[in-house]
Nanobody, 124 residues
């Protein structure tokens, strides 16, 4: 079974950048999608970005468009989230998740396998 491990979180000042990595152990088929979600204390889990592993189609939440970029390296079973111009509102635990390609790329209900998360803290 595929397992996901996130890394790359940390603490930065507003305006800074971080790159999150999601490593998949085991094979993730080209009909799969990987997404990044985030959850701040007391808030619901929010879909941030998603990518289809086959042809690389990407999806973004409006709140992160133009600032975040999701990418994948299928040879290495890795998905990345480059986060630029970070804002205090981006502070959250970030999770990667994988599921079959379907409707609602940023809907958490469509993802069955989740990593443990990596914390991102942005100070003003």
């Amino acid at each position: 079974q595929v397992q996901l491990v996130e890394s790359g979180g940390g603490s930065v000042q507003a305006g800074g950048s971080l790159r999150l990595s999601c490593a998949a152990s085991g094979y993730a088929g080209k009909n799969m999608r990987v997404a990044w979600f985030r959850q701040a204390p007391g808030e619901e889990r929010e879909g941030v970005a998603a990518i289809n592993l086959g042809i690389g189609t990407t999806f973004y939440a409006d709140s992160v468009k133009e600032r975040f970029t999701i990418s994948r390296d299928n040879d290495k079973n890795m998905v990345y989230l480059q986060m630029n111009n970070l804002e205090p509102e981006d502070t959250a635990m970030y999770y990667c998740a994988t599921g079959l390609i379907g409707w609602g790329p940023l809907n958490a209900d469509n993802y069955k396998l989740w990593g443990q998360g990596t914390q991102v803290t942005v100070s003003s």
